[in-house]
């Protein structure tokens, strides 16, 4: 069983930065794959961005490559999500997630856990 929280949403202009953290609970954590998914108003929840259990492969969504980098301290029970250069299309809920193998988050886009999630919303 693994409980996440996410933190670190909130306002920012376009242009800005953010970086949300996920604490997750559990001894298992670092056999994890953990990712980051979205939700805007009247959308569906889509993938954003992946990390494997070490650390050693990440993978994003096309239209964030280059601005947001997702990292993890398993010492510390953490996954962090920086976002730079944020836009307003950027605007959405943001959801921690971890799954076993990494797949079932980069190709069939679920989770086994999730977080509550935490707003994000960027001004233009």
């Known amino acids: 069983q693994v409980q996440l929280v996410e933190s670190g949403g909130g306002l920012v202009q376009a242009g800005g930065s953010l970086r949300l953290s996920c604490a997750a609970s559990?001894?298992?954590?670092?056999?994890?794959?953990m990712g980051w998914f979205r939700q805007a108003p009247g959308k569906e929840r889509e993938f954003v961005a992946a990390?494997?259990?070490?650390?050693?492969?990440?993978y994003y969504r096309d239209s964030v490559k280059g601005r947001f980098t997702i990292s993890r301290d398993n010492a510390k029970n953490t996954v962090y999500l920086q976002m730079n250069s944020l836009k307003p299309e950027d605007t959405a809920v943001y959801y921690c997630?971890?799954?076993?193998?990494?797949?079932?988050?980069?190709?069939?886009?679920?989770?086994?856990?999730w977080g509550q999630g935490t707003q994000v919303t960027v001004s233009s």
């Open positions: 990390i494997s259990w070490s650390g050693g492969s990440t």
């Open positions: 997630a971890a799954a076993r193998p990494i797949a079932v988050l980069t190709t069939l886009k679920k989770s086994d856990y």
């Open positions: 559990g001894r298992s954590f670092s056999t994890y794959a």
